[in-house]
């Protein structure tokens, strides 16, 4: 029996490398875990984020909450219109701009974007880990929860909120071996009128990652 030189490398990768073959296609079990990893990205699209279970959570840590929407009525709105994930409602926009006091260094966003599985399972350590490493060195706004939200929707909240820099974490587009992926983008200035050139990304935000 010759060894398989793959062996020790699928190891050290999640990638689909030396899948070997059955005649002309792969073999069964490979063809099975292709079509589970398909549906596990597919539902880390569809499934809606929990958003009491992730505000119970996070008051219980000491994290000051609001709940928001963007522009995207629901989940299938969302995917085919994202320029509305793009905006908050209107309702929305005026609740945090009553709610805006005073200059803040940082506002941070919690939002579902095309994992909302990433977001509930990274999300509260993450900002654990971001709070002690701040301190009392930053001054941040209420937390910010929202649902149906693209990138940009940080613009406009972080705007609002008077904040000299906006903080997005949101469920990153799910890949064959990473459904489960959170993308945090950083805004200086936030304002509608920011183009994606002008964030800077850490994305694959997971204990694999």
């Known amino acids: 029996v010759q060894p398989d030189p793959w062996a020790d490398l699928r190891r050290h990768t ?3 490398i030396g899948l070997g073959r059955s005649g002309v296609a792969l073999p069964t079990a490979e063809v099975l875990r292709l079509a589970a990893a ?3 990205a597919r539902d880390a699209v569809h499934v809606a984020l929990d958003v009491a279970a992730l505000d119970a959570q996070l008051r219980s840590e000491g994290w000051r909450c609001v709940t928001v929407a963007s522009r995207a009525a629901n989940r299938d709105e ?4 994202p320029d509305l994930g793009r905006r908050l409602s209107p309702a929305d926009a005026t609740r945090l701009q009553d709610l805006a006091a005073e200059d803040v260094a940082l ?11 990433a977001v509930q399972r990274h999300a509260a ?4 880990a971001l709070r ?15 649902t149906q939200a693209r990138v940009a929707l940080a613009d406009e909240i972080g705007a609002l909120l008077h904040a000299r820099v906006a903080l997005i974490l949101l469920g990153e587009r799910p890949g064959l071996s990473s459904p489960d992926s959170l993308g945090a983008y950083l805004t200086h200035a936030p304002a509608i009128v920011h183009s994606d050139a002008e964030r800077n990304c850490v994305s694959n935000i997971r204990p694999e990652g």
Not at 125 to 128: A, D, H, T
Not at 134 to 144: E, K, Q, S
């Open 78 to 81: 969302y995917l085919r219109r």
């Open 107 to 117: 506002a941070i966003v919690i939002g579902d974007g095309l994992s909302a599985v």
């Open 14 to 16: 999640p990638a689909r």
């Open 132 to 146: 002690s490493a701040f301190g009392d060195a930053v001054t941040v706004a209420p937390l910010i929860i929202a």
């Open 38 to 40: 398909h549906a596990q």
């Open 125 to 128: 350590p993450l900002l654990s």
